[in-house]
């Protein structure tokens, strides 16, 4: 039977009042202090339009937007419509973490810009195929890859879309495979700062593994990337019949993905209303974590292996990385890299400090790489190597029905 906890009737009443009265504390990110790498007109902020609207148009509105509509949640190579792609994460991320901001009296706009561009820079083939990627990327240059650093790189450098400091950090810092009972805020105060952090992630996993929100908005959509694909992954497995229902049991939070988003929810309300951190007691975030190791245990590390991944999209994504330092460093212009990458980034009429052709080599290529969807990167592939034994199925919406 689905237990649905509900917000204590003591806190609903304080609430209640509060709000009525505008007598609670003003912990939210206030829009005038807005940080910006270049005081431009049109980005002054109006009645009508505050600063981290300007923030969630440039998101929604980037070239690479629409590209999270063809990039693997959890499983790849399926054809079927109705398993998370990460246009559909990023919404669920966004909602949940609205939900809390909310409550807690949270500037939601920045909550939103968050939360719709925190996946922006993620590879196809998801969490394998950033393994893959960053491989490459070490094995070629010393440096890392991560997601997370890449979503920021697309907004301020690959389209420098001038996104505030405050929405790029929080980007940077969403890493949700690391929970934390309780986040409390650490200030990045300035872009040479963040630049200089940037940087460092690229070369030390440590540093990379170690960001931590700078406003509780972004400690929010940290918090709710993880609570968006606990229940919703295990909805995936079953859709796909990898697991069964009763494989997930969790008397804590619950097992099904509403019970686990409602129960986390509130419970994080509870213990963060009119606090300036984001935190969940104790028995819940035990719960959380438990419910994440089950996902590892029964999805991620059994039903989604990487194994069929391995011997495809691995030496695949190797051929196409090294096809395209060929292209670059003996100026093959015919190449894919130049006339559906570089082309497509520099036409975009965007202030930059340098052309972007003279970037480091490497850095275009796992920039042309992570920007591809799932499909563009199987037909890529077929394309550069007409004549490859690497043959690419997928398991089809009838597959179970074959005998």
Known sequence: MPKFEVVSPELTKKMEYE?????????????????????????????WRQPFVHDIDKIMHSPYFNRYSDKT???SLYKNDDLTRRSLHVQLVSRIARTIGCALHLNTDLIEAIALGH??????????????????????????????????????????????????HDIASHNGELELQEYIPVPVPTFEEFDKLMEECLWDTKTANALLPCTLEGAVVRISDIIAYLGKDRQDAIRT??????????????????????NLVVNIIENSYGQRSIKMDKKHFEALRQSKRDNYEKIYNKTVS??????????????????????????????????EHIAFVEKTPYKRISPYIETEKNQIVVDF??????????????????????????KGYFEHLKK
């Open 241 to 262: 019949r990898n697991v069964n229902e009763k494989d997930f049991f969790n008397e804590e939070i619950g097992s099904i993905n509403s019970e686990i988003i409602n």
């Open 369 to 394: 790489i992570s920007s591809m969807t799932d499909d563009y990167f199987v037909e890529l592939h077929q394309f550069l190597f007409p004549d490859s034994d690497y043959h690419i199925e997928y």
């Open 119 to 168: 996946d922006m820079g993620h590879p196809p083939f998801a969490h394998t195929g950033e393994k893959y990627l960053n491989e490459l990327f070490v094995a070629h240059c010393g440096k890392h890859f991560y997601h997370n650093i890449q979503s920021v790189r697309v907004f301020d450098k690959l389209f420098p879309h001038n996104i505030s400091l405050q929405t790029l």
């Open 19 to 47: 709000s009525e009265n505008g007598t609670y504390l003003k912990v939210g990110f206030d829009n005038a202090c807005v940080t910006r790498r270049y005081k431009v007109a049109k980005d002054t902020s109006t009645i």
């Open 73 to 75: 949640q959890v499983y």
């Open 306 to 339: 990487s194994a069929r991944l391995d011997v495809t999209i691995k030496p695949m994504m190797a051929d196409i990385y090294e096809r395209c330092m060929y292209d670059l460093e003996k100026g093959n212009e015919d190449s894919p890299i130049y006339s």
